[in-house]
């Protein structure tokens, strides 16, 4: 086993980029080189804390050093079927924020080079590592709650992303609901075929893109089971997620508890804090993802959730879109 800290750059010091900087400057496996944004400033700022790593804003700097060794994309969504591209062909080991790209075709073609390459690969399905969610899985492989009959999927954000960002992310289904589309594969298995309704309820900007704001989908899994997935761009109590799986002798549920263990009890009654938005909801998920990915680089490992996981939650959110557009379940036999 390798054990030598692995020489990373990271690309994008935006709000997820800032998240990441934080976990590969205090981590042991890694040594950040590098910080890489168009907006140099931005870059900076997150290597002013980072002794050592340097700031630039050309991304063609970064594959073409043989002083780093993975890269970490944080970019905006157009640019990472590139991004994985390039790595894979100078050699790096990627870990990059989902999705590859809104196209399937597009994904289909970066992922074919990222496996002919053989680099280790993660996509950025974070809820797996969150503790919930992992010990889920754990039960569910024990056979704790037997045959799985039903899964639901609950996902709803504190208010909906600028308009700038709707206009550019694909919709909806592609965007908000692939992380509960995830956790479908991760928890139960394989989809079918999708079913799914959505509707403009508040936010005029969704509309005007054609986009929805409000949905529920069903799905219909190969191994029989069923599920629904719920999802609302605005939930003014903040961030609402919520996941059960019900089999023949119980049943899963993972939310998140209070944020703090206080309860304030009153006159006229009691409150509680609650996570507001997914960056404080999966703080440690986040962290967690990226100490797997540098254990499988270090390891010699392939990472996951990684190519195939990529594709198939792409083409289940495709179905989805199709579905909604279109009034009729879509088979995912439909969406190669």
């Known amino acids: 086993m390798n054990t030598k800290r692995i020489r990373v750059a990271l690309l994008g010091a935006g709000r997820i980029g800032q998240e990441h900087a934080r976990t590969l400057i205090g981590s042991p496996q890694v040594s950040l080189v590098t910080v890489c944004d168009a907006r ?114 609950v996902g709803r954000d504190p208010a909906p992303p600028p308009r700038e960002y709707l206009e550019t992310s694909g919709g909806l289904f592609l965007d908000q609901m692939i992380h509960e589309i995830d956790l479908a594969r991760f928890l139960v298995g394989e989809v079918e075929s999708v079913c799914a309704w959505g509707a403009a309820r508040f936010s005029k900007d969704a509309a005007d893109f054609g986009d929805v704001d409000t949905a529920t989908t069903l799905l219909r899994f190969k191994n029989g089971a069923l599920g629904v997935i719920e999802n609302s761009r605005r939930a003014i109590y903040g961030y609402d997620i919520i996941t059960e799986v019900f089999g023949e002798r119980g049943k899963l549920v993972v939310h998140a508890e209070r944020k703090s263990p206080l ?4 006159e006229g009654g009691s409150e509680e804090d609650h996570f507001y938005f997914f960056m404080d909801r999966f703080k440690d998920a986040f962290q967690a993802e ?47």
């Open 290 to 336: 990226l100490e797997s990915f540098f254990a499988c680089v270090q390891e010699g490992r392939q990472p996951t959730p990684g190519a195939v996981d990529a594709l198939e939650a792409l083409r289940i959110g495709i179905a989805a879109t199709r579905s909604f557009k279109e009034g009729r379940v879509v088979s995912l036999e439909e969406i190669q």
């Open 263 to 266: 309860r304030h009890y009153r």
């Open 40 to 153: 140099l400033e931005a870059a900076q700022q997150i290597v002013a804390k980072a002794p050592g790593a340097t700031a630039i804003s050309d991304t063609a700097e970064v594959f073409s050093s043989k002083d780093i060794d993975a890269v970490v994309i944080c970019t905006p969504t157009g640019s990472h079927a590139d991004l994985i591209e390039a790595g894979a062909r100078s050699g790096k080991a990627v870990f990059c924020e989902k999705p590859v790209a809104l196209d399937l075709e597009r994904t289909k073609k970066a992922l074919k080079l990222v496996e002919d390459s053989g680099i280790p690969f993660q996509i950025g399905f974070q809820r797996r590592f969150d503790t919930g969610y992992a010990e889920a899985r754990t039960k569910i492989d024990r056979n704790s709650i037997g045959r799985i009959d039903q899964f639901r999927s």
